[in-house]
């Protein structure tokens, strides 16, 4: 139970951290730009800590799910100024119009062209794409010690396993049936613990290029080179036919359209490998970064879909998809759980929740791009749509049409909050009632 809670506050701290350091990727440039900032806040809610060093109070809220800092004139005034509201015509008109009056408030006189709003695009997108490459730099950070400090799980080349024989993919067979072919390997006399130095003459280096050249060579009689006890041997090993299941790069099985899971046919010689730890070369990690990247988008694109399957496991009982969304709750209860698994060394609990901490910070810098508000993404996405109506104006000679008035997408922001707000409710109600089994 205490390597449990542990687990959990390392993951809290960890994620503080990467709050704060998102913060931080705001403050600096907009204190370079010369933007008065009122505060630099992490979590939501009551204050538990502030102090005021400058024009700015630093300080730590109750609820640490976010952060925040507040710059003077976030958004321009409405055309007949940015005063107290005068009337309200319905609800969404009066949150734009608070809005107005909010930012208005934060300009003090003789502070005008201190505002966000009368920066050049520039450098508004520059400070609010600061945060999400904050996160992208810890996540990079974050990805080489893993890969290249800790080094990862790989096949080796060295034989873990040698199958009697040769069964189709998805078979509960736990022994041999009378009529099953002799698996290639184990009729070529391969054994445990030989390691297969090369292949037809091309020297192998893991086994992932030893399964690659198997699967591509079915029928070709191959000479496999084996060292066994400092020995070198030289074994003719022939591929079978087999069909086998379709694997991902994560290592599990790729599954089609409605679900069944995918297979194709190729060579098969019936071995499987020993794993070890390898240290990989720093060119390795922004590739693996990058991978991250592309599986947070999926999920992104993909999350109506797959938070009807998280309600149908919360509600209905069915099983949560592990590589689907967890809430803050959820990547507590991972840390938690790798932190207590004594079944493994801690070294590898550590490595593993340096990974799990890269992976949250590569979801934060993903998230906060998508062009919404209040995501930082929908701030430079109301910047650039600006650049572009002036760029037009100047092209036809037109007037200029000033700011965006971000202030309309009040109306979409509040939707979107409550939106955010339902989810993050039954991500949590998902992950305590039916928590993802990480471990299988």
Do not use: W
Request: with cysteine; proline share 6%.
């Amino acid at each position: 139970m205490l390597l449990f809670v542990l687990g959990v506050l390392v993951m809290v701290v960890g994620l503080a951290v990467s709050i704060a350091l998102h913060e931080v990727g705001h403050l600096v440039p907009a204190k370079k730009f010369g933007v008065k900032v009122g505060q630099y806040m992490i979590g939501f809610g009551p204050t538990v800590f502030s102090r005021k060093k400058g024009e700015t109070e630093y300080g730590v809220k109750a609820l640490p799910l976010g952060g925040y800092i507040s710059m003077s004139g976030m958004f321009p005034p409405g055309k007949t100024g940015g005063g107290a509201r005068q009337s309200s015509t319905g609800f969404f008109n009066t949150l734009v119009q608070d809005a107005r009056t909010a930012s208005a408030e934060t300009v003090d006189e003789g502070d005008e062209s201190r505002t966000f709003y009368r920066l050049p695009v520039y450098k508004r997108v520059v400070i609010m794409l600061g945060g999400p490459f904050m996160n992208l730099l810890i996540a990079i950070v974050l990805f080489a010690v893993l890969l290249c400090g800790f080094g990862v799980q790989q096949a080796s080349t060295t034989v873990g396993s040698v199958s009697t024989c040769v069964l189709p993919a998805g078979s509960t067979e736990t022994s041999c049936p009378s009529d099953a072919p002799e698996a290639p390997a184990y009729a070529a006399g391969m054994l445990n613990g030989d390691r297969i130095v090369s292949i037809d003459g091309t020297t192998v280096t893991d086994g992932d290029q030893i399964t690659s050249i198997l699967q591509r060579s079915p029928g070709d009689t191959l000479d496999v080179v084996v060292d066994r006890d400092g020995t070198e041997r030289t074994l003719q090993v022939t591929p079978a036919l087999s069909e086998r299941y379709v694997t991902t790069s994560s290592g599990a099985v790729a599954t089609n359209p409605d679900g069944s899971s995918q297979t194709q046919e190729v060579g098969f010689v019936g071995i499987g490998f020993a794993y070890e730890k390898v240290r990989e070369p720093v060119t390795a990690v922004l590739p693996a970064v990058g991978d991250n990247i592309a599986h947070v988008v999926g999920v992104i694109v993909t999350l109506p879909q797959r938070l009807v399957g998280v309600a149908q496991a919360a509600f209905g009982g069915a099983e949560r998809d592990p590589n689907g969304p967890v809430s803050v709750v959820g990547v507590g209860r991972m840390a938690g759980e790798i932190a207590s698994l004594d079944t493994i060394p801690v070294v590898d609990r550590i490595s593993t929740l340096v990974g799990l901490l890269a992976s949250l910070n590569v979801a934060l810098f993903v998230f906060n791009l998508v062009p919404l508000m209040p995501l930082d993404g929908g701030h430079v996405a109301g910047a650039l749509i600006e650049a572009i109506r002036r760029g037009f104006a100047k092209l036809f000679r037109r007037p200029d049409p000033g700011p965006v008035d971000t202030a309309k997408a009040i109306p979409v922001t509040f939707a979107i909050v409550i939106l955010l707000g339902g989810m993050t409710v039954l991500l949590t109600y998902a992950d305590i009632v039916n928590p993802i089994d990480i471990f299988g």
